[in-house]
């Protein structure tokens, strides 16, 4: 599986596009795969303020409920209400049509992992 390289991975599984002071958060294929098919989304509220490595919400599949944790600190500027409506595209493109929200990032954490150490990880967990 193919990591876009223009974006930094969680440990969690959570991926984080930061483009200036706006990022663009969402879950991993690794992640899309392992929780089988979503069927519910709850995204933080629009202006909520988050943590890196809290939770900040829930993805809910077939198999499981999970809670997304943030990768940064920041404020949630919009959610992806298609998403929320169509829970299927989180697993149809994760790192596309599937990212969850946006978020003005006050502190991006050191040790997010870059592709090829997010590859590593989770090729350990097959």
Known sequence: MDYP??????????????DGEVATVGV????AEA????VYLELPEVGAAVTAGTSCGEIESTKSVSDLVSPADGEILTV?????DSPEKVNAD??????LYTMRV???PDGL?????YTELVQGHS
Do not use: K
């Open 113 to 117: 992992l870059d592709a090829a150490a």
């Open 94 to 99: 994760p790192h596309g049509e599937g990212w």
């Open 28 to 31: 991993t294929a690794y992640a």
């Open 5 to 18: 390289s223009d974006r930094r991975y969680t440990a969690d599984h959570e991926w984080i596009a930061v």
């Open 80 to 84: 992806n209400d298609d998403a929320v």
């Open 35 to 38: 929780l089988g098919d979503v």
């Open 106 to 108: 006050t502190t991006v």
